[in-house]
């Protein structure tokens, strides 16, 4: 099927296809940087990136989102000056995979249907656009590359939780340091996530995200260790750091313990444990991590009261965004209301509140010349 905006936008048809799945993470927040556990899912709301090659030696990159073009030239210049906007999350691609693999020019059609902010919208639109112009990169050096460019060149100290979410897709059990993971699934149980987005807006690079990073170097510091990916493996909070650092390495510690405990609840089909683990990880996450605000306060809260829902918590990186409930399936009709009413009251207007649907890692998809 072509698409016919970008017939309009180009005047040609699309070769392929790739979608990139966005993410809710379970349990397991602020944990992958320090090398720790958490269980995110790929969820159905994505990118689309529609691509058209040729040899230009150039990539035009049309987003829907924005709705602005820009020609951006392979022949990468390590001098460019950020301009802050999507623009550098392009050029953070092209760095990351042009060392190794040769680029081809092009036209590019980007779309994207994820709502709010703590879905991974950037590891989304990054880990789509490595996909889109090399297809060939594994799913792990896909979600690498994608990390890198986030990480290094945009400049987000982000962990790779949401990269190698997208790449790989479905729900994972994963532990940062090393990689490893196993699969986790609410498939067949009586439970279903819902996705309670407060819509206020936060970008990663702008909150205090790379502030907690600081914190947790800090904390590294003080305690002889060389990484912030070691953290997780401490066993104890040590009496001699600073009330505030003591909090934060309190909530990366009891959290990976709950992402282990979660991981077992889910095992023996124990929801209510997982619902009340992801109420511990809230409060955790809002008094010792300080990543939450009033608006995911109220709709966690609200959220929790519910009958019907198991547990409620914040889900990404915090400071506005998205929460998740987990709640008995088809209960969410009868309570969604009352949380949206109760919520307006107290903020003057609606949530967008829905269910949140799994999907498989990110996907290329070629067009027939019969369907263009
Ligand atoms: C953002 C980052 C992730 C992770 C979460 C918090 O989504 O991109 O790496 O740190 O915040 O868990």
Redesign the pocket.
């Known amino acids: 099927m072509i698409d016919r905006k970008f017939q309009s936008e180009f005047g040609s048809s699309p070769d392929y296809k790739v979608f990139a799945p966005s993410r809710i993470?379970l349990i397991?927040?602020?944990?992958?940087?320090c090398g720790g556990e958490?269980m995110p899912f790929a969820t159905s709301n994505g990118t689309d990136f529609f691509f058209s090659s040729n040899d230009s030696g150039t990539l035009e990159v049309y987003t829907e989102r924005f709705k602005e073009r820009h020609a951006f030239a392979l022949k990468l210049s390590k001098t460019r000056r950020m301009s802050l906007d999507w623009k550098d999350y392009v050029y953070g691609v092209l760095f990351a995979i042009s060392d190794e693999h040769k680029v081809k020019g092009g036209q590019i059609f980007v779309r994207q249907s994820i709502g709010s902010a703590?879905l991974?919208s950037s590891?989304s639109f990054c880990v789509g656009l490595a996909k889109t112009l090399c297809p060939e990169l594994s799913p792990f050096d896909l979600a690498k590359r994608s990390w890198q460019a986030?990480r290094s060149y945009v400049g987000?100290k982000?962990?790779?939780?949401?990269q190698i979410s997208i790449s790989l897709g479905g729900g994972l059990n994963l532990k940062a340091k090393d990689l490893s993971f196993s699969s986790v699934s609410l498939d067949n149980s009586d439970c279903q996530l819902v996705i309670l987005d407060t819509l206020v807006p936060r970008e990663?690079l702008s909150s205090n995200?790379n502030n907690r990073y600081e914190e947790m170097l800090e904390v590294a510091e003080a305690i002889g260790l060389t990484r912030v990916d070691s953290l997780a493996g401490v066993d104890r909070v040590p009496q001699n750091l600073r009330p505030k650092l003591k909090a934060r390495l309190r909530h990366v510690l009891t959290e990976c313990e709950r992402v282990k405990r979660a991981a077992k609840a889910i095992e023996m089909r124990e929801w209510r444990v997982l619902g009340f683990l992801m109420n511990q990880s809230h409060a955790s996450l809002r008094d010792d991590y300080e990543v939450s605000c009033p608006e995911l306060d109220t709709i966690v809260s609200l959220a929790q009261a519910q009958k019907g829902v198991l547990g409620a918590r914040l889900t990404?990186?915090?400071f506005g965004g998205c929460a998740i409930a987990l709640c008995q399936k088809n209960s969410a009709q009868s309570w969604q209301k009352v949380v949206e009413e109760a919520y307006r009251e107290v903020f003057g207007y609606n949530p967008n509140i829905f269910e949140a649907n799994f999907s498989q890692g990110v996907k290329l998809t070629r067009f027939s010349s019969e369907s263009k």
Do not use: F, P, Q, R
């Open positions: 993470n397991g927040e602020h944990t992958d940087y958490c703590g991974a590891a986030e987000v982000c962990g790779i939780m949401d990663l995200y990404g990186g915090g």
